[in-house]
């Protein structure tokens, strides 16, 4: 099957400072990408949409200058947490639509991310 | 807006049967997800239903009632593996998915 996969798996970082996540389709193209957030043993939390070429959409509440994203190829999206802060440590996955069956999305293994 | 709503956790013993149920309330729905996950690992999709009726994927089965507004999930002959959180989700035009807030599952011996 399609594999996503995301860089790094575990980050912590300094309050203030900016983290930037890589997503990558490996063995497919996807021109829309998606981000979600994740609290422990909460649910999958759709923060923003990525799409190659042109400005990511950004679900209500997101507040899109501190959680930038960048959809610069057909294979890659990042997002950038900026001057993070501790309440912006979870976990972060990212998905894209499989190619063939649209309906099925391919999650990325996520990264962990705190902010100390 | 759109809401999913699932029981938080099931617990059951191998070899037996278990139903997740999920009921949605949304503004478009282009069809219902099943997604599986294990601690710290990234969700894994398990089935789909666009239209009304049964879908089976071998132990997994997943029905949608869409007059109803409501699916279930069936897993049979349950291992000890199939400890994890399971989650609807509803697909938008756009393709973006709304996830309901996530059952675990818990298998015991």
């Known amino acids: 099957g399609a594999v996503v996969s995301q860089h790094p798996s575990r980050v912590i970082c300094k309050s203030g400072t900016s983290v930037k996540i890589e997503c990558r389709s490996l063995?497919?193209?996807?021109?829309?990408m998606f981000w979600y957030r994740q609290f422990p043993k909460k649910s999958l939390m759709l923060m923003a949409t990525?799409?190659?070429?042109?400005?990511?959409?950004?679900e209500q509440g997101v507040e899109k200058d501190k959680f930038l994203i960048n959809h610069a190829s057909l294979t890659l999206s990042t997002l950038t947490v900026t001057s993070a802060h501790p309440e912006d440590s979870s976990f972060y996955i990212c998905?894209?639509?499989?190619?063939?069956?649209?309906?099925?999305?391919?999650f990325g293994p996520g990264t962990r991310l705190t902010v100390t | 807006g759109q809401s999913l709503e699932q029981p938080s956790e099931v617990t059951a013993v191998e070899g037996a049967i278990v139903q997740i149920n999920c009921t949605y309330q949304?503004?478009?729905?282009?069809?219902l997800s099943w997604y599986q996950q294990h601690d710290g690992g990234a969700p894994t999709f398990l089935s789909y239903?666009?239209?009304?009726g049964l879908e089976e994927t071998g132990r997994f089965s997943s029905f949608l009632s869409r007059s109803d507004s409501y699916g279930y999930l069936l897993l049979q002959e349950l291992q000890m593996k199939d400890s994890a959180s399971y989650f609807c989700?509803?697909?938008?035009?756009?393709?973006?998915?709304?996830f309901g807030q996530g059952t675990e599952l818990s298998v015991k011996p």
């Open positions: 998905s894209a639509p499989s190619s063939g069956l649209s309906y099925e999305q391919y």
């Open positions: 063995d497919f193209q996807a021109t829309t």
């Open positions: 990525s799409n190659e070429g042109s400005k990511a959409t950004y």
């Open positions: 949304t503004s478009g729905f282009y069809g």
């Open positions: 239903n666009a239209l009304d």
């Open positions: 989700a509803v697909r938008d035009l756009g393709g973006k998915l709304i």
